[in-house]
């Protein structure tokens, strides 16, 4: 049964993206003149997510904690990262922001044409030169209010459980006085886990995001440190999620 779901799902997912595709095209056409920034077109993909995730046999995704958010001020948003889904869902997070994105996102058909036409920010995993400009990009972009979506991961999760993050973003928020945003997600990686093309009908999803932290309330400046509290605090708040706990 979950086979013929998955199948649906799947042309849903690829029918909808053709057809929008022509939108996607006129939306980035007609705003490129004058938005330099490219948020046009980021709200557009906000929207064209939304439309995607309401495919998914999963159920209402209703990001919980918005009211945290003040969209006068820019954030460093992190993540932990499940399932290839966790880009569509992250973006019901209706707020101006940057993806960083592997490199190799960028050849993917429809995936590296919008992340290329939203003027997201790519980096080579490996590379120090390439973190360097990602993070000059990435800076930037704080500075001027527009908050930026990372996982500090890096990669997805094979089993759920969240792994070593890395020290880009906690560098970033250092580096720009920007409070880190993070945010819980749970139930993507049942729902379609990594090298998987089956979908688990029925998975809930769950967006939790936390309260924001501010470079002054750092208990330290050493990055690994921070990436290490930030991995706990993630970690404590996903354990409260699956045990059924509520804000």
Known sequence: MNKIISALVWLALILTTLILFPVSLLVWFLSYP????????HYWLLIHSGILTSFLPCGRIKPEGLDKINRNNSYVIISNHQSILDILVLNRIF????WISKIENLRV????????MAGYIPVERGNKESRGEMINSAARCLRNNI?????????RSPDGNIG????????????????????????????????????????KITVRILDPVFPGSFMTSNQ?????AFRKKITKELEKIRAGEHR
């Open 147 to 155: 908050s930026i979506m990372i996982f500090p991961e890096g990669t």
């Open 34 to 41: 004058f938005d330099t920034r490219r948020k046009v077109f």
């Open 109 to 116: 058909p429809f995936l590296g044409w919008y992340l290329r």
């Open 224 to 228: 690994d440190e921070l990436a290490a």
């Open 95 to 98: 707020i101006s922001f940057k």
């Open 164 to 203: 070593f993050f890395k020290t880009g973003a906690f560098e970033l928020a250092l580096m720009t006085d920007k409070p880190v945003l993070p945010v819980v997600i749970d139930g993507t990686g049942r729902l379609l886990p990594k090298k998987s093309g089956v979908f688990a009908a029925g998975a």
